[in-house]
């Protein structure tokens, strides 16, 4: 008699949708697992302590967001010097004494279940910056909030950054590199699992990277190859004191929508010699080395993910973009269709802290509060009441 053939094709059809990946599936890099593949992307919010200490401010930002189910929550870039960050009133890590505000930071993330993540950069030639409801422009190296700007070359941004670059000597170099390890050891002091390079947006690694702000002759300038060894110097000094455990990764301008800048395929090229360093994940983004971007994509939806899927495809590394992911169904179709790996949102973080939930209601998830920790669920699935009476509206999709 044959066998029940039908019963193994139904057994194999659950499989198959048990190994594809959705918005809500668990993701393991190194020794570190997300709940879920949705991060809070790092975001500047000029509310730190002038020496550049964290405050309740950020304990409630991401403590919230992480209550709220992101997997993995970011702080602000954190400055690895006091002159790398974009103002004042931003964070750093640059001595001792800043560790024990983000260390209650880290505490409050893994409480709520999600895991905290550090962004270390620099922000080079667009640093000394008013906060952005005062104005955003650049302040004078002799005003008491402002300082001497350093770049790879003494090129100023123009624009809102009108202000003389100082050119860094290779010793001041090796000193940053320094910093960003030094910075990397604190980070783990505070309990940080996942460490981030930020080298993107028109900060300090972003411009070593571009020849519309890199225009040295030395061994750190001209070719594609040379203007990205302070990424590869940077990378290495991190990865010598970065437990081998913890994911190490980098957010990477990978285009200056101009054709004299970064094009996307030096980019890809650089992810490639960047794994080779230990990169463990690239988190995609755009150059910005320039106000002058030729027809720049902001508008679109997800219009990194295309990029990204390259990246992941023809590199053969995780790969997390960001970008306009704020509509749920957009998000989970890219992790479906194993696109990109994560997806880091900003703005959507800030409006609406439950972004998580919110999206697993409109995508039918079946338990959409078994996103949250264990405790904070229990009171929202265990105490009966009229229908929505939690607040939240109806899913806009049917059932």
């Not at 020794?31 to 730190?48: D, W």
């Not at 409801?133 to 700007?149: F, L, M, S, T, Y």
């Not at 997390?320 to 269709?337: H, K, T, Y």
Request: charged letters at 25%.
């Amino acid at each position: 008699m044959p066998g029940n053939t039908s019963g193994r094709d139904e057994n194999l059809k659950i499989q198959e949708s048990q190994s594809m990946p959705d918005l809500f599936t668990p993701y393991t890099l190194k020794s570190v697992t997300l709940r879920n593949r949705i991060a809070m992307s790092p975001m500047t919010m000029y509310r730190s302590t002038s020496d550049g200490k964290m405050n309740d401010f950020h304990m409630m930002l991401m403590g919230s967001r992480a209550a709220g189910g992101f997997g993995l929550v970011f702080p602000e870039q954190i400055a690895i010097t006091p002159d790398g960050r974009t103002s004042t009133a931003c964070a750093g890590l640059w001595e001792d004494e800043q560790i024990e505000s983000l260390a209650r930071v880290v505490k409050m993330i893994k409480d709520m279940g999600a895991v905290p993540a550090i962004q270390l950069g620099h922000t080079g030639r667009k640093g000394s910056e008013q906060k952005p409801w005062e104005g955003k422009r650049q302040i004078a190296p002799d005003h008491p909030d402002g300082w001497q700007v350093r770049g790879p070359s003494p090129v100023p941004y123009g624009g809102r950054f009108p202000y003389a670059v100082q050119e860094l000597t290779v010793a001041e170099i090796h000193e940053l590199h320094r910093a960003y390890a030094a910075a990397a050891k604190r980070a783990l002091e505070a309990g940080f699992e996942w460490l981030e390079m930020h080298f993107a947006h028109g900060y300090l690694g972003a411009s070593f990277f571009s020849p519309l702000a890199n225009q040295r002759s030395d061994a750190y300038g001209g070719t594609l190859d040379k203007r990205l060894r302070f990424h590869r110097e940077a990378m290495d000094a991190v990865r010598a004191v970065w437990p081998e455990r913890l994911p190490l990764t980098m957010r990477l301008g990978t285009d200056d929508f101009h054709e004299d800048g970064v094009q996307f395929d030096d980019a890809v090229w650089a992810v490639a010699q960047l794994k080779e360093h230990g990169l463990d994940l690239a988190d995609l983004s755009i150059g910005i080395n320039t106000d002058d971007m030729r027809d720049p994509p902001f508008s679109r939806a997800a219009f990194m993910v295309e990029r990204g899927s390259r990246v992941r495809r023809e590199v053969g590394i995780p790969v997390a973009v960001s970008w306009n992911l704020g509509q749920p169904a957009v998000a989970d179709r890219v992790i479906r269709e194993e696109l990109v790996d994560l997806v880091f949102l900003g703005r959507p973080a800030l409006a609406n802290p439950h972004w998580p939930i919110w999206a697993a209601r409109e995508l039918a998830h079946n338990d959409p509060f078994s996103l949250l920790p264990r405790d904070w669920s229990w009171w929202l699935k265990n105490r009966p009441g009229s229908e929505n009476s939690h607040g939240w509206p109806p899913p806009a999709i049917a059932s």
